[in-house]
């Protein structure tokens, strides 16, 4: 029994879905569709329909179907009977089923994380499975360790550091091609709440790019200060560097990122990894590998980036073909 040659990755997290067509042989992205019906949002559309519990599986299907659909329309051809894979949010409590956590260690390469199969029926024609997360004694994860598990080539040799940036910011410490524990760092979170509630928004502007004017010193600036520091006197800083007139808004909003990434990443100093990898797609990949470079300026340190998209994808071949073997 061979693998199927293509199957559906749907990421599916908090305020964002995306489901992808991929080549299970070159893993590459035939096609794509996006929509911001991510679980917060299906959760609450399956409430006010006021359906019955057991029609809740049914409704999320619904949705995927939606963009497969697209897809189909998108390709000109037909996807029945192509199989999806799905992790991120759809496995938590307010997702389209509920599993429970891989406890750390697992393998890194997913080949342990605990996998629900829904078989293909007349109405969804697709066998889909879906991916649970982890946790330690205090901390969750859900579809990192699936990203996680399309880097494995990657983290299975060394003792290192895999950095996932964003809203929840992820460290996974890896130590022979094992997970062995994770910390989340609330520092995308802060950010938003600080440049967009607090005083601190009349005094920060986003800007155009890390390196354009002196956004880079200012970045560096505030990483610097969170390393010598307290963070809640230096964000006030943030307030009279524009009663000063001290440095422009723009400027001020880097400086800010850069006060908290350094914050999030102050402790690795007390315990360096020989390897770390960050995992991003996005512009915040390139303010962790400053912050990190300026950490360890002075170490022996390889700091690489990941594709964060391709990590999904990859991640979801990957398991996809571990469990077609098993069943060989």
Known sequence: M?????????DWGTSNFRLRLVDTDSNST?????SQSGITQTYQQWKEAGEKPDTRLEFYLAQI????????????IQLKNVPVVISGMASSSIGMIELPYKDVPFLVDGSDLSIHTIPASTSFPHETLVISGARTGNDVMRGEETQLAGCHQAAET???LFIFPGTHSKHIAIHNGRVVTFKTYMTGEIFNLLSQKSILSVSVTEGRNLSAGNNLHFFNKGVTESLQGNLLNHLFHIRTNQLFQQCTNEENYYYLTGLLIGSEL??????PFPFIQIVSNTALAQYYQAALNL???????SIQIVDGGNAVTEGHVHI?????KLYC
């Open 158 to 160: 060394h003792e290192q």
């Open 295 to 301: 950490l360890f300026a002075q170490q022996d340190v």
């Open 320 to 324: 996809w073909k571990r469990t077609q």
């Open 2 to 10: 061979q693998p199927t040659q293509s199957i559906l990755s749907c």
């Open 266 to 271: 102050k402790d690795l100093q007390q315990q």
């Open 65 to 76: 179907r939606n963009g497969i659909e697209a897809l189909e329309k998108q390709q000109n």
């Open 30 to 34: 035939i096609a794509e569709f996006e």
